[in-house]
């Protein structure tokens, strides 16, 4: 509260989702973590083929939060409001591990 209370700029509290990359060796084996991760809840999961043939599925999670607090300078929500973000982002981080 006190960095954001001296901000001159903006101001986002920002929870970036889980992400894990995992290169395979067979197009077979990252299709079945693909499903595994889909059936998981990671709904944003997907598989990258890269120019060489390097296969590579991102496991995603959805569990994202972007809020602004401040803009030019000035706090555009409460500390209560805060207190609830760091709450909902703690869940999320709990609903990652």
Sequence with gaps: M?????????????????????LCR????????????IDSGFRN????????????????????LEVPLSHKG???VSEEYIEFLVHVANQKMEENI
């Design 2 to 22: 006190t960095a954001l209370k001296k901000a001159t700029g903006d101001a986002v509290f920002k929870f970036e989702p889980f992400v894990l990359h995992v």
């Design 26 to 37: 067979e197009l077979q084996d990252a299709q079945l973590l693909h499903s595994v991760a």
């Design 45 to 64: 999961s997907g598989i990258t083929v890269g120019r060489g043939g390097k296969i590579t599925v991102a496991v995603r999670s959805t569990h994202c």
């Design 74 to 76: 000035r706090l555009m």
